[in-house]
């Protein structure tokens, strides 16, 4: 049937809902193009990684491993590769490396929308549900933290893993090798993709047991071949910042259970419709259909349970569960006459709702957030040379002055450190090493190679400069003593090799806070001492 026939098939008296729900779709479209035209451009953090994001694909760009011992220079995160690749492409073509990475994001969280509105629509052949759910995925911009257009690879991770699923769905003859090729993307995108796709593997081999052989069989030894590759170029290094550090974080326990009470409440109406479309297709005879369709969403919510219990985990990892729930959501809405409709229109209400809770003041930078890096840049710019600055990439690589590892990075890395029961990382090893015996020798050289190359490069005065925060990295002067002097300027010794300047950096220092994430601000410099 013709897809414009059948959109007009729609029984009269739910038109109108579905008419309504598609103009909350134009909305949220309209939203979600007005919130990207401000801040694809802006040209500093809103997020406060974005910037640490950009000097690790600078290293693409300028032929440098991504993986490798840590230094004070460069210290990679438990990131896949994909983003870092694909924005280093736009730096070497001339892109500043913030608009390469955010395009990258929006472009994927298009390519999201697109996709899901599209299954949809093949799955009812109807135009219409597709436009609602497209719709309905952009919606979810503002609970998600505004983090479709963020220079991060959850868009991309979710659009490879979505891609997957829908060709094992509706591919062709050679759908298993294709959706293979795009599983083992998955993985390069995120790791996470290890937490989904068994499950759409699952519902695979309720569809066709041949078909999920062979795309469990291509998609096994395609991630192997590009895991492989990339443990042999990195010498180990990739294996261990993506697979063994990971293993040394801790679990958030309070979203054990917090994620099914509290994280999942704002798609309370696509899970129910998500439940009765299971049923309406069971019933209808298409068993193999609903179980591959409940294999793929119960993947989606588990990778984005775990991930929410990983330390750290924020609200962007729900994106995964709910990418999954748009497509089970409006495909099971067309089964329910006018309650399907008006279900997505409370979704939709739900989700602006969150959006305006969220606040515009995590949306827009202000006046002031501009200022404090543009005043911040300039003193970096004025440095005779390299300048590290851990709470904030990005800023230095622009002047000129080099890149230097960023706050997080080091934070993740610590983790390997033993822990004391009660108290967490046991930072006393950072001097006592006979401490860190019980790690891998891998974890082990790791910890040894940053604490000795930096002390190295400050003793040598290799930085010109190091901003650090009162608010968000005041630990850094600890945790590289001696060499640098500690919070109050009259600690300082004759023996330290960078003391703390006098007077602030910003007119408003708190000003540089990032929209989202870590609070870092307030920063202050260390000086070669002279």
Same mark, same amino acid.
């Given at each position: ?193 290890? @937490?989904? =796709?068994? !499950?759409? +593997?699952? %519902? *695979? $081999?309720?569809?066709? &047991? ?5 795309? /469990? ?73 609903? @179980?591959? =369709?409940? !294999?793929? +969403?119960? %993947? *989606? $919510?588990?990778?984005? &349970? ?5 330390? /750290? ?79 904030? +990439?990005?800023? *230095? $690589? ?133």
């Amino acid at each position: 049937m013709n897809d414009l026939a059948a959109a007009s098939s729609i029984p009269a008296p739910d038109r109108w809902p579905w008419r309504l729900a598609l103009l909350a779709a134009a909305v949220a479209i309209g939203g979600f193009a007005l919130a990207v035209s401000q801040r694809l451009p802006y040209p500093h953090e809103l997020e406060w990684m974005e910037g640490a994001l950009v000097d690790h694909a600078s290293r693409v760009a300028n032929g440098l491993p991504l993986y490798c011992e840590p230094s004070p220079e460069h210290v990679p995160f438990l990131y896949a590769p994909l983003l870092f690749w694909l924005g280093g492409l736009g730096m070497t073509l001339g892109l500043d490396g913030l608009l390469a990475l955010r395009l990258v994001a929006v472009g994927s969280t298009l390519g999201c929308a697109l996709l899901i509105g599209h299954w949809v629509r093949m799955e009812r052949a109807r135009v219409l549900p597709g436009l609602v759910a497209s719709g309905l995925f952009l919606a979810g911009h503002g609970w998600l933290a505004w983090w479709y257009d963020l220079a991060r690879n959850d868009a991309l991770f979710v659009f490879f893993v979505l891609a997957t699923a829908y060709q094992l769905r509706h591919g062709g003859a050679r759908r298993w090798l294709w959706a293979a090729a795009l599983a083992t993307v998955a993985l390069l995108a995120k790791q996470s993709a290890l @937490l989904w =796709l068994p !499950a759409v +593997g699952v %519902g *695979a $081999l309720c569809l066709d &047991w041949r078909m999920a052989l062979r795309f /469990g069989i291509a998609s096994v030894l395609g991630m192997a071949l590009a895991i492989g590759a990339l443990h042999i170029t990195s010498d180990g290094w990739s294996t261990f910042y993506l697979f063994e550090m990971p293993q040394q974080h801790g679990v958030e326990g309070s979203r054990k259970l917090g994620f099914w009470t509290e994280d999942l409440v704002p798609m309370l109406p696509l899970l129910g419709l998500g439940l009765c479309g299971f049923v309406a297709q069971c019933r209808a005879g298409t068993v193999r259909q609903a @179980l591959f =369709l409940a !294999a793929f +969403g119960s %993947g *989606a $919510l588990m990778a984005s &349970w775990f991930s929410r219990m990983h330390t /750290g985990g924020f609200d962007n990892v729900m994106m995964y569960g709910f990418a999954g729930a748009c497509v089970l959501g409006p495909i099971a809405a067309t089964s329910l006459r006018w309650l399907g409709p008006l279900l997505l229109l409370v979704q939709f209400a739900w989700l602006g709702q969150q959006a305006w809770q969220r606040g515009v003041h995590t949306l827009l930078p202000s006046a002031a957030h501009r200022r404090a890096h543009e005043e911040l840049a300039a003193f970096v710019q004025a440095q005779p040379g390299p300048v590290w600055i851990p709470g904030h +990439g990005g800023i *230095a $690589l622009r002047a000129g002055k080099g890149t230097g590892a960023h706050g997080q990075a080091i934070f993740d890395l610590l983790q390997v450190l033993p822990k004391v029961p009660g108290k967490g990382m046991d930072l006393e090893a950072l001097v006592d090493r006979t401490r860190l015996a019980s790690l891998s020798a891998r974890a082990r050289r790791a910890v040894i190679a940053l604490m000795d190359s930096t002390a190295a490069a400050l003793n040598e005065r290799r930085f010109a400069a190091i901003v650090v925060e009162e608010t968000g990295t005041a630990m850094f002067p600890l945790l590289f003593a001696p060499g640098l002097v500690g919070p109050d300027h009259a600690l300082g010794t004759a023996d330290d090799t960078y003391v703390r300047a006098t007077g602030p950096l910003l007119t408003e220092p708190t000003a540089i806070k990032p929209l989202l994430g870590y609070d870092v601000h307030s920063p202050y410099a260390l000086l070669p001492r002279r």
